[in-house]
């Protein structure tokens, strides 16, 4: 945090070929070369080219001004703002961006301990099973490629928003959602001994009365295919919702991009925390505890996406 404030604050412009503070480069140039090379009147920032200067015959040829101006820190800031809020597309695609992050960090770091808690699974197991995830990238950008031929990129962001949200619904626990359910109104005792709830050696109810392994393998493979593939739809949107004016300024939309990206796998590894910790209470399940906010969320995205939807062009 520190080294992005200093950087916000006490970054300075480099001296640039086309920018200004040229004279020492150009007067260089201009001894080594011997040619006659456009000067710089820094009062005015302007250029003046050669045909400029009265020459033998008294003429004068043309001043090209050039837009260098100096801004302060929040000056910049606020000419930051003004375009990214431009075009509506711009800052949804990088609120997906940083969803899509956030997404694939919580399925894979929670993988590991879902598998366990509630499967059995031994460490290797579900390595084996993140590796497959990722067997599965090549695939998905296959489809992809297949599909921008036939749908426009709009409708493969919405229907691949709709797979996750289908994926969020067939990957809960609906055992332990129910078992949580029946613990809000009754005690735990009177819970545990009036219905008849499996538990795993770790204290989790029974993922899905038994069937979760499979349903989980299926949905998570769903999930993760299609945060790829609209993760690749995204980033093409934002490519050309981005004003030219953007990419010419520090803060440009690869910065914003990868910052953005940050935070949501570290809002990702908070969730995932936090769910950990909460899944002492007996009728907190951590598997629903983690997917469903991100269900919600993704249900925000997806009202959003149809809100602006003109906005992604």
Known sequence: LLQLLGLLFLFQEPERINGTNRASTVDGRSARSGHDVPERDD????????????????TTGTIVQENCVQHSTWQEITIIKSLLFENSGLPLT???????????????SSSSMITHRYFGWHGSAAGFLIACLGACVLPADFLLEKATKVYSERKILIRAMIAIVI????????????????????????????????FSKYGEVMYDWGYG??????????LFMSTIILEGVDTSIMTKVTPVALNNRFINIGLLSTLIGTAGRIIADAVVTST??????????????????????????????????????
């Open 213 to 222: 392994s499979y349903f989980y393998i299926f949905f998570l493979s769903l």
């Open 94 to 108: 990088l609120f997906l961006f940083g969803y899509i992050e956030m997404v694939c960090e919580v399925i894979i």
């Open 276 to 313: 950990a910790i909460l899944d002492v209470y007996d009728f907190v399940d951590f598997a629903n505890s983690a997917f469903i906010p991100l269900l919600i969320l993704t249900l925000v995205g997806l009202h959003l996406v149809k809100k602006f939807y003109g906005g992604l062009i």
């Open 167 to 198: 994926g969020f619904l067939g990957i809960l626990n609906y055992n332990g959602l129910l078992y949580g359910i029946i613990g809000v109104v009754t005690t735990e005792s009177q819970s545990r001994t009036s219905t008849n709830f499996a």
């Open 43 to 58: 009062e005015t920032q302007t250029i003046i080219s050669p045909s400029n200067r009265n020459n033998d015959y008294g």
